[in-house]
């Protein structure tokens, strides 16, 4: 168990050890089956008690197990994209539907922004995305194939961070790279390198404790990105953040996003966050998707107050009677 900023414990062989959940992909409510104490082997892959055991205490972060986890991708490539597409689907708990007839199709490499009130639907509609909630009817589909359960490709990041607060920074952002088998020395200069990119270079061997809010949120960033995943589910990540650092992180995200070529699925209750992330904005409420509109010239500051970017806002808010 790391006791300090720097300090990972090794045995003699070099494999790390420290007290932790098993792997799997948790939901935002700590839904999994199964904790434990977690001990990382030769190849670097968390193991517990159970299966899809929650990483990070109920707050996890959507990190695949090895079972079914892609070889690791060269640092000189970029994976490819993927299509995620809800047909007539009705999303919700069986006792409970959330929102029926949706139909939405986003391409490889797309942003969509999903807006709406609270209880609309929307972190059900991204749960359902990832695996951890079948439709109640209809299809949820990657790739033109049933989404059946939580994937290697499909990363989520929740607005509470889910670092693991016995394990530094730096080992944080490496842990989807054990559960892949990376070599330690090559996860180690992977993690490095994103957390240059995310401006905590001189953070790295601190605990997630010793550093602020938004750091953490880059933090969990860069973990949720360094396993190169083909999608990015997001709910709400930069909600708790004060106005300029989540206008930072907005930035931040965009320019991280950049030769990823990974699809972006991004829940906000913010309608101008939505429309300067979103390549279209889905709109929610009333228990069903009421529009998918196109958004001008997203990730461009200056079209804030562009005529077609405030016709699109006022038309938004009237549609979600605000």
Known sequence: ???????ETENKNGHETGTGTGTGTGTGTGTGTGTGTGTTNGTGIEGGTGTGA????????????????RPPTGAGTSPRGTRLTLRDATLGHPDAAAVSGVDVDVSPGEILTVVGPSGCGKSTLLRTLAGLLPPLAGTAEQEGHPVDGPGADRALVFQEDALL???TLRA?????????????????AQATAWLERVGLAAQAG????RVSGGQRQRAQLARALAGRPRAVLMDEPFGALDAQTRAGMQDLLVEVLQGTGATVVFVTHDVDEALFLGDRV????AGRLTAVREVPRPRDRTAHDAPARLALRRDVLTSLGT
């Open 54 to 69: 929650e990483v990070g205490g109920g707050k996890g972060i959507g990190i695949p197990a090895a079972a079914g986890a």
């Open 282 to 285: 889905a709109l929610l409420g």
């Open 165 to 167: 607060p016995w394990r």
């Open 172 to 188: 944080n952002v490496e842990l989807p790279l054990a559960i892949q088998g990376l070599p330690r020395t090559e996860r180690r």
């Open 206 to 209: 601190q605990l997630p404790h």
């Open 1 to 7: 168990m790391s006791t300090s900023s720097e300090t």
